[in-house]
């Protein structure tokens, strides 16, 4: 989980910032952040921040961060400024799209058929995050002429089940024109899966 601690000697003097992980906030969502002044209550800390709005809460506090590329968080002892850090702001990267959790390779046909959903896997995150598939197009390379059946959320419908089942040995089953929506409401095109059948 992105944590950053914010150390203030007690002097309130050369405050010291120090990032547990990389300085970075996510656009979309609260960011958890630990702010601690030694030898200072809790209670007569406060924080500002640039670029976003931050907020206390019982687990510490969190930032959730503007459209800019940049944010700077100012922690207070008694309102006089102690410490301040600048933090680089990025979107939420695009997650993997997957079919049985796969997005290429080799698939057998049974396993294919049994499986419900396309899903997703945000790879070397730190937070669980929801991404919604909203739409996906669906062919088989034994139906070159056909241009795809088209889903509306991440549901296998039956008339693909029935592409699948009509699949030999060696060809492809193809998921492309992904479109999802992550948690900061942004629309994002993922992946081709290309699958073959065994």
């Known amino acids: 989980m ?12 050369n405050a010291v910032v120090s990032p547990v992980y990389m300085n970075i906030l996510y656009r979309g969502f609260a960011n958890p952040v630990e702010i601690a002044v030694p030898g200072i209550a809790s209670e007569n800390v406060t924080a500002q921040v640039t670029n976003g709005t931050i907020r206390k809460i019982s687990a510490g506090w969190e930032v959730l961060p503007g459209d800019q590329n940049e944010s700077v968080i100012t922690v207070l002892v ?7 850090k600048i933090f680089r ?4 990267p695009n997650p993997i799209a997957v079919f049985a959790e796969k997005y290429d390779g080799h698939i057998s046909k049974d396993v294919a ?9 945000l790879k070397d ?16 390379s034994n139906e070159k002429s056909d241009p795809g059946l088209l889903a509306d959320g991440n ?16 060809q492809n089953i193809i998921f ?5 929506l992550g948690p900061d409401g942004r629309p994002r095109d993922l992946n081709q899966i290309v699958l073959t059948i065994i």
């Open 2 to 13: 992105l944590s950053t601690i914010v150390a203030a000697q007690e002097t309130g003097k």
């Open 78 to 84: 008694n309102n006089k400024k102690v410490s301040e």
């Open 89 to 92: 702001v990025k979107n939420v």
């Open 113 to 121: 058929l049994n499986t419900e959903l396309l899903e997703v896997e």
């Open 125 to 140: 995150f730190g937070w669980d995050l929801k991404f919604v598939i909203k739409s996906f197009t669906f062919s088989c």
């Open 155 to 170: 549901k296998i419908t039956d008339k693909m089940k029935a592409l699948i089942a009509g699949c030999k040995t060696g």
């Open 176 to 180: 492309k024109d992904i479109k999802a």
